[in-house]
């Protein structure tokens, strides 16, 4: 079956280190996006690539970067930078056609040890 | 300025009925989708509906339809026959198509709890 797999599905940091969450898709979506959802609240867009090798950044880039190597991947890090990474974190990609949804990863819970 | 606006924080509803979920959006692009998605606690994000801004009729997928009322720029989930599964969080989203990047707005959500 296509989807999206997110791994790990639970992970911790502890202070100062960077962290990278896993993101596979196998649905041949050109674009990919990264969100963090924190509680009760809506999604907020971190990074997002329309092709490989490209990225840009969303509206909560700070502390975060990404790569996008090959077309099926778009693993995330969290940085030490990220003052406040406590948060749920979901990964989506898309077809690219105006009508055409986002699907989704199930996502990867974050907490500082 | 937000573009999504969900005003109804959390909702309940009783089983067999039908719920409202309201939703409001800015933008000055003519060419737009709304889309709307269910989160159950698990945390997966389920693609329910999509209305585009040019489409002369209101979607509608199964218990799913949208009130889509372009003038006043609101979008609204209607739930026909709720079902103790339906109880979840719904976010209502906008995809702006002049920046040809396909990123997705999303409101703050509606949680809704189906009571048996």
């Known amino acids: 079956d296509g989807g999206i797999t997110q791994s790990p599905k639970y992970l911790f940091r502890k202070e100062g280190q960077n962290v990278t969450l896993s993101c596979e898709q196998n649905?041949?979506?050109?674009?990919m996006y990264w969100y963090r959802q924190d509680p009760g609240q809506g999604l907020r867009l971190i990074y997002y690539s329309q092709i490989v090798n490209d990225f840009q950044k969303g509206d909560i880039a700070e502390g975060y970067s990404v790569s996008r190597e090959k077309k099926e991947s778009f693993p995330l890090t969290v940085t030490s930078a990220q003052k406040n990474p406590t948060a749920f974190y979901l990964c989506?990609?898309?077809?690219?056609?105006?009508?055409?949804?986002?699907?989704f990863g199930d996502g990867t819970r974050l907490s500082i040890l | 300025a937000q573009k999504i606006t969900q005003t109804q924080p959390g909702m309940f509803v009783q089983e067999k009925e039908a719920v409202t979920l309201d939703c409001t959006y800015d933008?000055?692009?003519?060419?737009?989708?709304l889309f709307w998605y269910k989160q159950p606690s698990s945390g997966e994000m389920i693609f329910l509906i999509y209305?585009?801004?040019?489409?002369?009729q209101n979607a509608t997928e199964g218990r799913y339809s949208l009130n889509f009322q372009k003038a006043r720029k609101s979008a609204n989930l209607v739930i026909s026959a709720s079902q103790l599964g339906d109880s979840a969080m719904y976010f209502c989203?906008?995809?702006?198509?002049?920046?040809?990047?396909?990123?997705?707005?999303f409101g703050a959500g509606t949680t809704v709890t189906v009571r048996a």
């Open positions: 209305q585009g801004s040019y489409d002369q």
């Open positions: 649905l041949n979506h050109d674009a």
């Open positions: 933008t000055s692009d003519p060419s737009y989708g």
């Open positions: 989203a906008m995809r702006e198509l002049w920046t040809n990047d396909y990123k997705l707005s």
């Open positions: 989506a990609s898309s077809s690219g056609g105006s009508n055409q949804p986002q699907h």
